[in-house]
């Protein structure tokens, strides 16, 4: 079972590289460091929390898991 700690961490990482890849895409589509900006700033917290969430809900379910 993982802590929440761990599933924190891991939702942030997952963010970072998520909103990195996200931010380049969008400004090559728009060439504007403005709109990326506001439309990632609420990206950014509201997937980290959803992630976050759905990691905890996963270790509620024993599918495929082992407790080695």
Not at 4 to 13: D, V
Not at 26 to 52: E, G, K, N
Request: glycine residues 2%; positive net charge; proline residues 1%.
């Amino acid at each position: 079972m993982e802590t929440k700690k761990r599933s924190l961490a891991k939702a942030i990482t997952y963010r970072i590289g998520a909103f990195t890849s996200e931010y380049i895409f969008i400004y090559a589509l728009t060439r504007s460091l403005l709109i990326p900006s506001i439309i990632l700033s609420f990206c950014l917290i509201f997937h980290t929390i959803w992630f976050f969430c759905h990691e905890r809900l996963w270790n509620l379910i024993g599918w495929w898991r082992t407790d080695d």
